[in-house]
């Protein structure tokens, strides 16, 4: 069995999130439990964990939609005391994310009439969306005329429009094929690069984990706390193939497969 016991690293300066000593009880269940974590800015963090873990409750804590019942969440020092217009969140369940009257365009546009973007700055923001995430094409058509991969690159591109500092991600591509998953995550790995966006992404996919980040946060569950921190280390820019054949890919998977059999209930 893998070493997975909690990384005791002396904290980085350059820390730009910061859960301390944070717990949470709902409806008398603790859920949390005295979990500390820091987050690099322009960090790409993945979370896996067995179910029951506390995996989405990070990120409902993260974006200000719960309050721990102790600890603090701090972003740059400041507690984070609700929601912030530069924290976007992707769900997997991309259909009930889209507004099925609205067009692609008139999708990815509700984020910048939330911001309160000039109107007349916000086709060429559009424009630039859709050509990142290859839906120029697309623009004109409603969300049931697309394809699972089309419908969640719009949320994509809709959370995007905000230029979050933030990305929070919810297993987002856990319900589609895996060709359009591996496209999604080479995508999603060059945008947010590309932007400097810090990213805390859950999976229960232990490869997408490794693939995508920079770190693997581990969590134990009931209740939920912190297993280990482990550094990928694998170069970028990733590719498929070669990436997933890597020695440090095929070790990190052994560990954490070993990691996530130990603690499934």
């Known amino acids: ?10 904290t980085q300066t350059t820390s730009f999130i910061s859960f301390r000593d944070v717990s949470l009880t709902l409806g008398g269940r603790q859920i949390l439990e005295r979990l500390s974590l820091d987050l690099r800015r322009g960090e790409f963090a993945c979370v896996i964990g067995p179910s029951g873990c506390g995996k989405t409750t990070l990120l409902r804590l993260l974006t200000g939609l719960a309050a721990p019942s102790s600890g603090v969440i701090l972003r740059d020092g400041v507690p984070v005391k609700g929601p912030a ?22 999708n990815i546009g509700l984020a910048l009439e939330a911001l309160g973007v000039a109107r007349a700055e916000r086709p060429a923001r559009i424009d630039e969306l859709l050509h990142k995430v290859g839906l120029s094409a697309h623009a004109d058509k409603f969300p049931a005329q697309l394809s699972g991969g089309m419908q969640q690159r719009v949320q994509i591109a809709r959370c995007l429009a905000q230029r979050p500092a933030v990305l929070l991600m919810d297993e987002p591509f856990g319900a589609l094929d895996a060709m359009t998953r591996q496209s999604l995550q080479d995508q999603l790995a060059e945008l947010s ?7 805390l992404f859950v999976t229960h996919d232990l490869e997408e984990a490794i693939y995508l980040g920079d770190r693997v946060i581990a969590l134990q569950a009931n209740p939920g706390r912190l297993a280990s921190v482990i550094e990928v280390g694998l170069p970028r820019p990733r590719d498929q193939l070669g990436s997933r054949e890597h020695p440090a ?17």
Not at 249 to 265: A, M, S, T
Request: no cysteine.
């Open 1 to 10: 069995m893998p070493d997975l016991s909690p990384d005791t690293t002396p």
């Open 193 to 199: 690069q590309e932007a400097g966006t810090t990213v």
């Open 249 to 265: 890919f095929l070790r990190l998977r052994r560990e954490l497969f070993d990691f996530i059999q130990g603690h499934e209930v």
């Open 85 to 106: 217009p530069d924290v976007a969140i992707v769900f997997q369940d991309y259909a009930r994310a889209l507004l099925p009257w609205r067009t692609v365009r008139a």
